[in-house]
């Protein structure tokens, strides 16, 4: 492939892509109201199958995306639940991201089974969880965990018409395209990785109960959208534990159910809850006593406990707060995990940081209002 022409248009699209603002209520708080479910494959291209083709991937994810779709819509009527195929229909890759990004969704899902490449790893079984990120164990390359499995599930572009052209020389097959994923700083990341882990928690009392863990890869479908999203393989069709789990009567039934739960943990996460809290103007301002070799004992107001900002990304790369990329603005960086958090402080009232995301919005469409207690930064 000719790396030059796709490291251009991975640049172009970067600028071009919408960013996914948060919908909040009438009083500016944050509210998960939109989450689209992407059952995989689908028409023509069955994804994996079992060795006596009894079963097929398309099949299972349909059942299990359409009944947690009617789940979440009873269990939560203000979220609007979008499906990106409700029948045995082919939809791209592109075209399930699109999906998602025009209805501006809040969370993204991508539902699959998993399968072993050759009979020799039948034994594989168990789900997993994926992110778009990088592989954060040292030495390793990028993609090398899920080598396989990111070949696989983006090999479904050739099965489309023209993929040459709409993925701009993309080959599944070939390392040197995965490379460029790391071009693409996941603003989305850590929420990603929130929801990720309420699925793997859930999961653990569905009927294939063994987790594999949560990755970081180069799936094509989760580089396009422009929300918190995840990709989960529920089990393997190859395995034959697994497999006598997928044909069980109630396998769809209790699965969604686990989805379900970890729905709802991720969109009380995302909602956050309690009130602002309440400045007492009246209140005397706190003293500290500052005591410096040489110098007179003085009085200097204390540091606040809690203050309050707007996060404008969330990235795994260290940058300074005089990068152009910050268009002008000059954030504090808060370390969290494997990810610098980038805040614009505003101070200890609250309603300074809302009034100051009305003009970081039309920046940062998806910056949103953080607390900050310390070095931990959480959303407001």
């Known amino acids: 492939m000719n790396s030059r022409s796709l490291l251009i248009y991975i640049t172009a699209l970067l600028a071009v892509l919408p960013i996914r603002a948060f919908a909040g209520n009438d009083n500016g708080q944050i509210r998960l109201r939109t989450v689209v479910i992407d059952a995989g494959h689908g028409g023509h291209d069955p994804g994996c199958i079992s060795y006596d083709r009894r079963t097929n991937e398309k099949s299972i994810t349909l059942a299990v995306a359409k009944t947690l779709a009617d789940k979440i819509r009873a269990e939560h009527p203000d979220v609007k639940v979008i499906l990106t195929r409700s029948s045995d229909v082919f939809v791209t890759l592109n075209g399930r991201a699109d999906i998602a990004n025009k209805a501006n969704a809040d969370l993204f899902m991508s539902i699959h089974v998993n399968a072993a490449p050759n009979k020799s790893r039948q034994s594989a079984n168990g789900y997993s969880i994926h992110v778009l990120g990088q592989y954060s164990s040292k030495n390793k390359d990028m993609y090398a965990l899920n080598m396989d499995l990111c070949k696989r599930e983006n090999s479904v572009i050739t099965m489309e018409d023209d993929y040459q052209t709409s993925y701009q020389g993309f080959d599944p097959n070939d390392p040197e395209s995965f490379i460029f994923f790391s071009l693409m700083q996941n603003t989305n990341l850590n929420q990603s990785l929130q929801f990720a882990d309420e699925v793997d928690k859930a999961l653990g009392g569905a009927p294939i109960a063994k987790s594999r863990g949560i990755s970081q890869n180069a799936f094509l479908v989760l580089w396009r959208t422009t929300m918190p999203s995840a990709l989960i393989e529920l089990g393997f069709i190859t395995n034959s ?88 603005l000059r954030p504090q960086t808060y370390p969290s995990g494997s990810l610098n958090k980038y805040v614009i402080v505003t101070g200890e009232n609250p309603a300074d940081a809302r009034e100051k995301l009305s003009t970081v919005k039309s920046k940062f469409p998806q910056a949103f209002v953080v607390k900050i207690e310390g070095e931990k930064v959480s959303r407001f």
């Open 241 to 328: 534990e697994d497999l006598a789990q997928f044909r069980k009567e109630n396998y769809v039934e209790k699965t969604s159910e686990a989805l379900l739960k970890a729905f709802d943990n991720y969109k009380k996460k995302y909602d956050g809850v309690g009130e602002p809290q309440k400045i007492n103007k009246e209140e005397p301002v706190k003293e500290h006593i500052v005591r410096k070799e040489g110098t007179a004992v003085r009085k200097e107001p204390a540091v606040p406990e809690i203050i309050y900002g707007v996060q404008i990304a969330a990235s795994g790369k260290k940058m300074k707060s005089t990068d152009p990329w910050f268009k002008g």
